[in-house]
């Protein structure tokens, strides 16, 4: 099992510890309740440094510039939310809670994958 490590090092995006109450893959969004995020979810914690299974204490990266699988179509500067199976998608204004909003898409998708900053976990 691969960890995850987000585009800007370690020593430039805060990380914390958090127990798991599921099955996580390393790369995807998580919630406080040690989940993965699901669709539009407003409770995103960040995104998990390592796979694990309920009750396992894994390493969360914080808010920063992240590389994470994406799904549906996301433009360069346009604003994400996470999609479900904790991935990123486009949030969609007027529809998507404000709350569910994580950043922006700093480079477009590419091969379901996208690179987005962060400031909001």
Known sequence: MSDYVP???PETIPSFTLTL??????GQLVTWAGGVAGDASVSVAGVAG???VSGDLITVWGP???KLASSGS????AAVCAA???VLRAWVAGTDAVASYLGRASVAASGNVVTASLPIL
């Open 7 to 9: 585009v800007y090092g």
């Open 21 to 26: 109450s599921a099955t996580v893959t390393a």
């Open 50 to 52: 390592q796979g694990g």
């Open 64 to 66: 920063g510039r992240h």
């Open 74 to 77: 996301i433009t360069q500067g």
């Open 84 to 86: 479900a199976a904790g």
